[in-house]
């Protein structure tokens, strides 16, 4: 049976030696050699280590140029995908854009009905009230 292994996020300084500060972020990350050891020691795993170092060279080469390929391979997969969603979202946005047009129609033309119904109404109780006052009248 094979051990999982796990992924632990581990908070780093970028120089153990000193606090961190933003003259840092100017420089990266990885601006020294210590720095590229440290990360390596803390996150290298030794039985990993020591299958690599067991292959002959045009293995170990291999298995570094296919390890190469498949991070490219990811990287391109990500980019496709990011793409399609980017497609996929503007054609969402669009459609809810068109909706949003046609329930602005919609509105425009009710209101437009309800005030030619609003006078009608108020000609017809002009005309009400004038008959009722000719019926009082009589």
């Known amino acids: 049976m094979k051990k999982k292994l796990a992924v632990v996020k581990v908070q780093c300084k970028t120089h153990p030696s000193r606090p961190n500060d933003n003259n840092d972020l100017e420089e990266g990350p990885f601006g020294t050699p210590n720095t590229i050891r440290e990360l390596v020691d803390k996150f290298a ?30 990287l391109l997969a990500y980019i496709k995908k990011m793409n399609h969603l980017k497609l996929e979202s503007s054609r969402v946005q669009e459609n809810l854009q068109a909706k949003v047009d046609r329930i ?4 425009t033309e009710a209101n437009h009905l309800l005030e030619e119904k609003t006078t009608e109404v108020g000609i017809l109780q002009e005309a009400l009230q004038k008959g009722e006052l000719i019926l009082a009248g009589s």
């Open 45 to 74: 795993l030794p039985e990993v280590v020591d299958q690599m170092a067991d292959l002959n060279d045009a293995q170990l080469t291999w298995d570094s140029f296919g390890t190469f390929l498949q991070s490219d391979h990811q």
């Open 104 to 107: 602005q129609e919609r509105t």
